[in-house]
């Protein structure tokens, strides 16, 4: 069998989009067109290479493996084309890695730091909701995603979660506070900023709480850690956070952290769809030890 790579082309570039409407306005061609092209490479491969779902098509298993070896074809193109254009470094390893839009921003810098000064590599970062980057990943428009909770993959959705790091959850709040006895007295009286009822952080605090009958007062549920930060630091309340959120203030003193809760911790995890090879970038990231990210040395920077 010869590949068509016209065909091949069409079909990455409706990968890319998900929509066939989308894809047909952007190559000027009806979608008729479009679709009976697509159509064509399916018989040639002898596979569907997509999964109708509404108007969206979302990648088969074998449109997944399709679309890995046509990103890789067409990025090539583009390097070849730049090189001769203007005199571009050619062979640059791409790697797109997702956050969830509340996770860390201290976090995300330290686990991504080994990369941060690479000259070989292009890295793009994207935030977003944990449906939509999941929707990315399985379009292979991300090759990770960085989540304080992890997912259960199936057939369809081969997702893979690995913890990287685990870290206990403490009682941060403004220095030279004095305290007697345990957590239990650090809390009762407090008023207290928390995250939101969905995180797993709050999940786990709640049951602390109920455990040893404390109705803490909540001052404010906040979703975004950024926002948890900024608050905790300039209203002078008492937060539950993980210590890596609040790293540069805990650092200069503006902040102190008054001890774990027994229990309470924040799981970080990369998420990855299952394949076979992985980039030399990935293997680097996900081979670091959860210290060198966790307790990464920051300067002035914003959470």
Not at 198 to 218: K, M, T, V, W
Not at 252 to 266: H, R, T
Not at 276 to 281: G, H, L, N, R, Y
């Amino acid at each position: 069998m010869k590949l068509n790579y016209h065909h091949l082309y069409y079909f990455w570039k409706v990968a890319r989009t998900g929509h066939l409407t989308k894809a047909a306005e952007s190559l000027h061609i009806s979608q008729s067109a479009l679709s009976g092209q697509i159509r064509k490479l399916e018989e040639s491969l002898g596979h569907d290479l997509f999964i109708r779902e509404g108007r969206r098509l979302k990648l088969s298993e074998a449109g997944r493996m399709a679309f890995s070896y046509a990103e890789e074809i067409f990025r090539q193109g583009e390097e070849l084309s730049a090189l001769f254009a203007n005199g571009a470094q050619p062979n640059r390893e791409i790697l797109r890695i997702g956050a969830v839009a509340t996770l860390s921003r201290n976090f995300q810098e330290g686990f991504l730091q080994p990369l941060l000064n690479r000259e070989d590599l292009e890295l793009s970062l994207q935030s977003s909701h944990i449906d939509e980057l999941l929707r990315r990943l399985s379009a292979h428009r991300l090759d990770l995603i960085l989540s304080n909770q992890a997912v259960q993959g199936d057939e369809q959705n081969p997702w893979r979660s690995r913890l990287i790091a685990k870290q206990p959850v403490s009682i941060i709040g403004p220095p030279g506070v004095t305290f007697t006895g345990d957590f239990v007295g650090m809390l009762r009286g407090q008023s207290l900023i928390v995250p939101g009822q969905n995180n797993n952080i709050r999940q786990a605090f709640d049951q602390l709480c109920e455990y040893h009958l404390l109705r803490p007062s909540i001052a404010a549920e906040v979703d975004d850690m950024a926002m948890m930060r900024l608050l905790t630091r300039d209203t002078g309340h008492f937060a539950i956070l993980p210590p890596v959120v609040v790293r540069d203030e805990l650092k200069s003193g503006a902040l102190a952290d008054y001890g774990a809760l027994p229990g309470v911790f924040e799981e970080f995890y990369a998420i990855s769809i299952r394949r076979q090879f992985e980039t030399p970038a990935l293997r680097e990231l996900l081979a670091q030890p959860a210290d060198s990210f966790l307790n990464w040395p920051a300067g002035d920077h914003s959470d």
